[in-house]
T-cell receptor, first 112, second 112 residues
Framework: DGGITQSPKYLFRKEGQNVTLSCEQNLNHDAMYWYRQDPGQGLRLIYYSQIVNDFQKGDIAEGYSVSREKKESFPLTVTSAQKNPTAFYLC???????????FGAGTRLSVL | KNQVEQSPQSLIILEGKNCTLQCNYTVSPFSNLRWYKQDTGRGPVSLTIMTFSENTKSNGRYTATLDADTKQSSLHITASQLSDSASYICVVSSDSSYKLIFGSGTRLLVRP
C-alpha cells in the first residue's frame, strides 16, 4: 500500500518535553514537508526538504527541528521551546516542482 | 506578497443542491492551482490541479475553473451529497519555489 504514513495518530506532551513525530513515504518523492493546522485554520508550513540531507525553514519553524537522513523519512521534533504545540500536524511529499502534493493522515498533538 | 484568498469562509447547503467556492490569488510566477478536500481530522486529498493553459478540469461532481488573467478560480460542486461536507482548500504553486501558498479554506456543510 503506497503512500505517506504518520505516527502516532495521537500524541501527548508533558511540560518541558521534546516529542518526535514520524513521517515515512514509499512514493520515492524527493520533497517532503511538515505543516501545522490549528482548529478552524489553514495549513502553515513548518519545514520542508527538497532532497536528502537538506531542509529549509518554513513560516513557523521556531520551536521545531527536523532531519532528512533518508529519502523516505522526515521526522519532526517538537521541542520544549515550542510553547503552544497543541495542533494537528500534517506531513506531505511531492515529486519535483509543480506536481501534486500528497498528505499523510496527520498526528494530533496535545499538551498534558 | 504571495497570497491566496478564499470565499466564503463557510457555507451551508441542502443535499442535492449545487454550490460554487471561490479562490483569488496573487502568486508570481504562477505554476499551477490545486483544489484539495479535507475531511475533519484527516489529511487533504487532491481534487484537481490546473496549469496556466487549462480553463476547466473535472473530477466527478467537482469542476474547477481557472482564469489566469484575473487570477481567479472556482470549484463547483454538483448535486451535493452529505459526504461533501468538508473543508475545501485552494493552493497555488509557483515556478520558482517548492513552497506552496495555501488559502485558509472554505468549510462546507451539506444538510439532509
Amino acid at each position: 500500500d503506497g503512500g505517506i504514513t504518520q505516527s502516532p495518530k495521537y500524541l501527548f506532551r508533558k511540560e518541558g518535553q521534546n516529542v518526535t513525530l514520524s513521517c515515512e513515504q514509499n512514493l520515492n518523492h524527493d520533497a517532503m514537508y511538515w505543516y501545522r493546522q490549528d482548529p478552524g485554520q489553514g495549513l502553515r508550513l513548518i519545514y520542508y526538504s527538497q532532497i536528502v540531507n537538506d531542509f529549509q525553514k518554513g513560516d513557523i519553524a521556531e520551536g521545531y527541528s527536523v532531519s532528512r537522513e533518508k529519502k523516505e523519512s522526515f521526522p519532526l521534533t517538537v521541542t520544549s521551546a515550542q510553547k503552544n504545540p497543541t495542533a494537528f500536524y500534517l506531513c506531505a511529499s511531492q515529486q519535483g516542482l509543480g506536481n501534486i502534493q500528497y498528505f499523510g493522515a496527520g498526528t494530533r498533538l496535545s499538551v498534558l | 506578497k504571495n497570497q491566496v484568498e478564499q470565499s466564503p469562509q463557510s457555507l451551508i447547503i441542502l443535499e442535492g443542491k449545487n454550490c460554487t467556492l471561490q479562490c483569488n490569488y496573487t502568486v508570481s510566477p504562477f505554476s499551477n492551482l490545486r483544489w484539495y478536500k479535507q475531511d475533519t481530522g484527516r489529511g487533504p486529498v487532491s481534487l484537481t490541479i490546473m496549469t496556466f493553459s487549462e480553463n476547466t478540469k473535472s473530477n466527478g461532481r467537482y469542476t474547477a475553473t481557472l482564469d489566469a488573467d484575473t487570477k481567479q478560480s472556482s470549484l463547483h460542486i454538483t448535486a451535493s451529497q452529505l459526504s461533501d461536507s468538508a473543508s475545501y482548500i485552494c493552493v497555488v504553486s509557483s515556478d520558482s519555489s517548492y513552497k506552496l501558498i495555501f488559502g485558509s479554506g472554505t468549510r462546507l456543510l451539506v444538510r439532509p
